[in-house]
């Protein structure tokens, strides 16, 4: 069974930096797409950041416009986990990150979640202005 356990949410004030992790349980993920989501309070899911797989060992990331510049995601393929560095945080980065996987080599950008084979139980982030 293929389980995504995040960690790493918590609260903090504007400006400060958090990372969050995604361990991969049951698969790898190491020829697949990952990456995170967020749902904010009576918000819709959205699309935060994605690493596909690129072929040959490689990796591109993507970002939403909103986290651009702020926010890194990478990926350890030994330790089947996926990581998102936040820095520069705001208020209207609180949310419930969810930890997302795909078994194709990109990752849906799709707020609906269609496209996504796997997704993670969240972690919360609280960012107090």
């Known amino acids: 069974q293929v389980q995504l356990v995040e960690s790493g949410g918590g609260l903090l004030q504007a400006g400060g930096s958090l990372r969050l992790s995604c361990a991969a349980e049951?698969?790898?993920?190491?020829?697949?797409?990952m990456g995170w989501f967020r749902q904010a309070p009576g918000k819709e899911r959205e699309f935060v950041a994605a690493i596909d797989y690129n072929g040959a060992s490689t990796y591109y990331a993507y970002y939403a416009d909103s986290v651009k510049g702020r926010f890194t995601i990478s990926r350890d393929n030994a330790k089947n986990t996926v990581y998102l560095q936040m820095n520069s945080l705001k208020p209207e980065d609180t949310a419930v990150y969810y930890c997302?996987?795909?078994?194709?080599?990109?990752?849906?950008?799709?707020?609906?979640?269609?496209?996504?084979?796997?997704w993670g139980k969240g972690t919360l982030v609280t960012v107090s202005s």
């Open positions: 049951g698969r790898t993920f190491s020829n697949s797409a």
């Open positions: 997302a996987a795909a078994l194709s080599p990109k990752l849906s950008r799709s707020n609906t979640g269609r496209g996504i084979d796997y």
